[in-house]
Nanobody, 121 residues
Framework: QVQLVESGGDLVQPGGSLRLSCAASGTIFSIYTMAWYRQAPGKQRELVASITSGGGTNYEDSVKGRFAISRDNAKNMVYLQMNSLKPEDTAVYYC???????????????WGQGIQVTVSS
């Protein structure tokens, strides 16, 4: 059981920057892999970036070199720094906490409510 609250979404011009923040509460934050997903209208959700409890990161190909995920375990926070934004980055962005176990159901997912990011002139 973990609660996630996103903030920092906004309207931004192409080429601009934005930082999303996610605050976690209700559990031991440091044991979770954290991730950012996004969903554009009419499309499926896709994984944007993830970071493990040990600090290892993974990015979707289209955001490599532009986005950076980070975490601060002492503050129970995870961030997504977005630079050189493009119109195709427009979507609702979700903060997700992931925990893996050796027993059923093997994987637990906790999702934030989502926050709108719009990239437009």
């Amino acid at each position: 059981q973990v609660q996630l609250v996103e903030s920092g979404g906004d309207l931004v011009q192409p080429g601009g920057s934005l930082r999303l923040s996610c605050a976690a509460s209700g559990t031991i934050f440091s044991i979770y892999t954290m991730a950012w997903y996004r969903q554009a209208p009419g499309k499926q959700r896709e994984l944007v970036a993830s970071i493990t409890s040990g600090g290892g990161t993974n990015y979707e190909d289209s955001v490599k070199g532009r986005f950076a995920i980070s975490r601060d375990n002492a503050k129970n926070m995870v961030y997504l720094q977005m630079n050189s934004l493009k119109p195709e980055d427009t979507a609702v962005y979700y903060c997700v906490a992931l925990k893996f176990t050796s027993t059923i159901p093997y994987r637990y997912e906790y999702w934030g409510q989502g926050i709108q990011v719009t990239v437009s002139s």
